[in-house]
């Protein structure tokens, strides 16, 4: 059974970056796409970026494009998602989520705990 676990979260001043990481246990990511979403208090979950199995299709939302960048740290076999330039409305908390079908517009099967980020001065 596959089990993801963020980190990386926490508080930042405007402005500034952090990277988020998604690790895996009981299995390895490289077969799923994998997600990162937010969810803000009082709102949708929405997602931010998805990255296919194969690594050659790569989503971000509008909201986030130029400034997130998700990748495959194959050393590590983590997914990362880098985040600069971030603004106050980024703050939530920040999901991994795997698709057993590689493609990234699937069902999300796996979702990890959830890593909080705050974005204040």
């Known amino acids: 059974q596959l089990q993801l676990v963020e980190s990386g979260g926490g508080l930042v001043q405007p402005g500034g970056s952090l990277r988020l990481s998604c690790a895996a246990s009981?299995?390895?990511?490289?077969?799923?796409?994998i997600g990162w979403f937010r969810q803000a208090p009082g709102k949708e979950r929405e997602a931010v970026s998805v990255?296919?199995?194969?690594?050659?299709?790569?989503y971000h939302a509008d909201s986030v494009k130029g400034r997130f960048t998700i990748s495959r740290d194959s050393a590590a076999k983590t997914v990362p998602l880098q985040m600069t330039s971030l603004k106050p409305q980024s703050t939530a908390v920040y999901y991994c989520?795997?698709?057993?079908?590689?493609w990234g517009t699937g069902e999300f099967d796996y979702w990890g705990q959830g890593t909080q980020v705050t974005v204040s001065s």
């Open positions: 990255i296919s199995s194969s690594d050659d299709i790569t």
């Open positions: 989520a795997a698709d057993p079908s590689g």
């Open positions: 009981g299995s390895t990511l490289e077969h799923y796409a």
